[in-house]
């Protein structure tokens, strides 16, 4: 059996689908990889209807496909332990103990490594969500990155486009610590940046580590802990120095390429509209890590 633990989205969701019945939907019917599942979560939204959607199987994908986690407010709520009403009072008072990270071993996300010539982007199940879009775009990847000076982790957001086998297009439009770091390496001679790329893990590590908002000297692996009231259990990463949540449903390694200039978008951002804005970075692909069983969370 695959280990569960605290930190694992697998322990939210089944304790989440216990207490809501009926709030994660698993659809074992084929369905198209592009475009398909992207459309069933908007109508989902239409009829007010906002389940966890899980694809047991999309054509193609050898993971399936989870879906419009944070589609309700009630799971930010469940994810806190507390009630709707109590939400914005949770979420302002958590993060005030930061916890440092615990350096593991090992851990389910080292269950399946690719590196060298088995990375290959196509083994993944990266989808087009709208016809507007310059390619299939990997939508929840959360950066995570070293200060090129201090060491402190950063986690953020951003859009990914596959523009071949090990290579992605990326935007850090949003100006925020990642594009501030990438400056700073520039301007003490570095060419590249190490990242890792989470995608899937608790929720509690994404509020804490990813959407989580604070001075650029704070480390968000930190917050994260303050987030789950304990140390997050990382593992040591393969390709590079950047370590990686231990319980994560897969990660990808690789370098931030500071010189590049990647043609890339437009993407149907959550804005609503197709933004063709971009500071054309791409990302060289060193490795790709999983767990046996993992869920593709897009």
């Known amino acids: ?10 322990h ?4 989440y689908e216990a207490r809501h019945p009926g709030q994660v939907l698993r659809i074992a019917d084929p369905v198209a990889l592009d475009y398909v599942p992207g459309a069933l979560a908007f109508e989902c939204e239409t009829r007010k209807r906002n389940p966890v959607l899980i694809f047991e199987r999309a054509e193609g994908a050898r993971f399936p496909i989870l879906l419009n ?12 332990g507390v009630s709707v009403d109590r939400l914005a009072e949770a979420w302002a008072s958590t993060d005030t103990q930061p916890i440092a990270p615990q350096v593991v071993p090992n851990g389910p996300v080292k269950d ?11 083994y993944l199940p990266i989808m087009r969500n709208f016809v507007e879009d310059g390619g299939p775009y990997l939508t929840n990847a959360m950066f995570v990155a070293k200060d090129p000076e201090t060491g402190v982790r950063n986690a953020s957001f951003h859009r ?11 935007s850090l439009h949003s100006r925020r610590h990642l594009w501030n770091y990438a400056r700073k390496a520039k301007a ?36 994260a802990g303050g987030f789950l009231g304990e140390p997050l259990k990382v593992v040591e990463g393969v390709t590079g120095p950047v370590e990686i949540p231990a319980f994560a449903e897969l990660a990808i390694e690789g370098r931030l390429l500071l010189d590049a200039d990647e043609d ?28 046996r069983d993992a869920y593709y969370h897009a």
């Open 1 to 10: 059996p695959a280990v569960i633990d605290k930190q694992d989205l697998r």
């Open 12 to 15: 939210f969701l089944l304790d």
């Open 69 to 80: 986690l944070y589609g309700a407010r009630e799971r930010y709520a469940a994810a806190l």
């Open 112 to 122: 399946v490594v690719l590196t060298g010539d088995d990375v290959d982007l196509g």
């Open 160 to 170: 990914l486009q596959v523009n071949g086998k090990t290579r992605f297009g990326t």
């Open 188 to 223: 003490l001679g570095m060419t590249e940046l190490p990242v890792v790329v989470v995608v899937g893990c608790h929720p509690l590590i994404t509020f804490g580590a990813g959407l989580w908002k604070g001075p650029i000297e704070a480390d968000e692996y930190e917050i």
């Open 264 to 291: 890339e978008g437009p993407f149907g951002e959550f804005t609503g509209y197709a933004s063709e804005r971009s500071t054309r970075h791409a990302l060289e692909v060193t490795a790709i890590l999983h767990r």
